[in-house]
């Protein structure tokens, strides 16, 4: 599985940026999708995930500004981001899981300015 996401950019405190990660190959549809992010000097953590079945969870950092969904006919995964603060700054990943197996995207940088 190949992960390309995009959609970061700079962005004032209080606006919003929608992410998506474009996946490769035929089983997209029953992989756990996540959205991670890391800032910088710290780790890399879970922002938002979505079960093959729609289910998704949420860091309690984004709760009720974040929506992740998923397209399976399109092999995408969006993460909706709204009222963005300038402490959600950090390169968002998106990853792809199925049991044992892990994949990685490249990495899109958001920035919020206060």
């Known amino acids: 599985v190949q992960l390309q996401a995009s959609g970061g950019g700079l962005v004032q405190a209080g606006g919003s940026l929608r992410l998506s990660c474009a996946a490769s190959g035929s089983i997209f549809s029953i992989l756990f999708m996540g959205w991670y992010h890391q800032a910088p000097g710290k780790q890399r953590e879970l922002v938002a995930g979505?079960?093959?079945?729609?289910?998704?969870n949420y860091a309690d950092s984004v709760k009720g500004r974040c929506t992740i969904s998923r397209d399976n006919a399109k092999n995408t995964v969006y993460l909706q981001m709204n009222s963005l603060k300038p402490e959600d700054t950090a390169v968002y990943y998106c990853?792809?899981?199925?049991?044992?197996?892990?994949?990685w995207g490249q990495g899109t940088q958001v920035t919020v300015s206060s």
């Open positions: 990853n792809s899981r199925l049991l044992s197996h892990e994949h």
């Open positions: 979505i079960t093959s079945g729609g289910i998704a």
